[in-house]
């Protein structure tokens, strides 16, 4: 088969977009994502080692892969859990392209190696749907020493289907690209295109997914199999923390620990660690999420 690939415009390896594709002669479907500005932006809340650092591109970089196939206004989000000095890692792309992550660590995370197949590291995968507040969470068995073989492990099992992931990350920047088999019906040789794909998938290097234009790199693994390249989304960093849903969360933690936090000038300081945007509220604030919620009776006495 003639290969083509329809450009819609042209494509700048640097842009913070998700691009799908498929192989038409393969039957296959796939994502590629390039993130520079947005994970700038994350990477300067924090101070991360340069192997959190890592896992935390990756995982935020698996979150827009995954969160492409969203038909629905949510978000889906990705967490690591207890991977030795790695205590919870956090990345979550909504169907707008909006993202975020973070990591939280021991003190001595830079001392110590992250082993992710360890029998206490949880990977949980979690979709919301904001239209019926429905929401599904699936645990990914991490039998992998890396991310992408634990979620190309999630698909095959969880999901009954086929993937192949790669995942990269470099200073300042990430990239990653997925493809995934789907049905087909008219095809005989569906097995050896899926096993041609993934050999061809094999040869890429993570400099040339994280440096090569999208058109360029599609047409240099799959020049053969009828790419079709589709608009980019952009995607941007973007925090969804509020006045809100601060003063919602410290409701959740009841009256006596949310006034504990009250200084000796009567100011609760919150810090958004996703975004760093300090939040300060008064007793009247905090009164206000209390107000109609009864206070505890005191200990009865007897005369």
Partial sequence: MISHINRPRAM???????????????????????????????LAHADYSPQVSALLGESLVASVLFAGALKFEGRLSIQLRN??????????CTHDGAVRGIARCD??????????????????????????DHRYQGLVAVESATLAGAFEAYFERSEQLPSRIILAVREGRCAGIMVQKIAQTDAADDHDAWNRVGHLLATLSNAEL????????????FHEEGVVLHEGRPLRFSCSCSRARVLGMLRTLGHEEAFAGLDAQGKLRVTCEFCNRDYVLDEVDLASQFADVPEAPGPSTTQ
């Avoid at 995370?109 to 749907?129: D, F, G, M, W, Y």
């Fill in 107 to 132: 003190e001595d995370a830079t001392e110590r190696p992250i082993n992710l197949s360890t029998p206490q590291t949880q990977l949980v995968i979690t979709i919301e749907n904001q239209q019926t």
């Fill in 83 to 92: 991977a030795g000095p790695l205590k919870l890692l956090f990345a979550e």
């Fill in 12 to 42: 700048n390896s640097n842009d913070d977009k998700v691009y799908p594709f498929h192989l038409q002669s393969a039957a296959v479907r796939g994502h590629i994502v390039h993130l520079e500005s947005s994970w700038q932006e994350i």
């Fill in 210 to 221: 994280l440096d090569l234009p999208v058109d360029a790199l599609l047409l240099r693994l």
